[in-house]
């Protein structure tokens, strides 16, 4: 008699493309991740995700935000994964001394396969990429393009 191996969510060969583009900013949008920190700060939600069983494709950001591709398993929800990386993250940050918090909320949105190694590169672009579109127009292009509606006064209220 064979049996066949089941995963945490209990179906036995569970199959998923979980590829997501999460986006969470600092509180109220302040330049409170310094350059000297965000590598270590990459480094340590590497370590979270691992923990999590998230990949993380890629990670960018710049002082006042953060981007992440993510390939997310079956059997966490998104909403929870987001919360323990920036929980964590939040009390890491706190640890080396510093004042942080994270803004309340997210911006998440699905990548196809075929456009991995696009967002790839835009998210490891960040600095440059910054020199020219604010925070707030980059996440409202963003959700215009992804069709997702909106209150534009209201979204970067605090």
């Known amino acids: 008699m064979s049996e066949s191996r089941r995963d945490d969510t209990g179906m036995p060969q569970t199959y998923a493309a979980n590829f997501v583009h999460c986006i ?9 991740i310094p350059e000297t920190l965000q590598e270590k700060l990459y480094a340590y939600l ?9 990949t993380i494709i890629a990670v960018g950001g710049t002082a006042n935000h953060i981007h992440l591709l993510i390939s997310l398993p079956p059997s966490l929800p998104l909403a929870e994964a987001i919360q323990k990386l920036k929980a964590n993250s939040s009390r890491w940050l706190g640890e080396q001394g510093m004042r942080f918090e994270w803004q309340k909320g997210y911006g998440a949105f699905s990548v196809s396969p075929s456009l991995l190694t696009t967002v790839q590169i835009y998210i490891r672009n960040q600095q440059q990429h910054h020199r020219k579109r604010s925070f707030e127009e980059e996440f409202l ?18």
């Open 46 to 54: 590497f370590g979270i995700a691992k923990n999590l069983r998230i």
């Open 141 to 158: 292009a963003l959700l215009r393009k992804s069709a997702i509606a909106h209150d534009a006064d209201r979204l970067f209220a605090a």
């Open 24 to 32: 969470f900013s600092t509180k109220d949008r302040r330049d409170l």
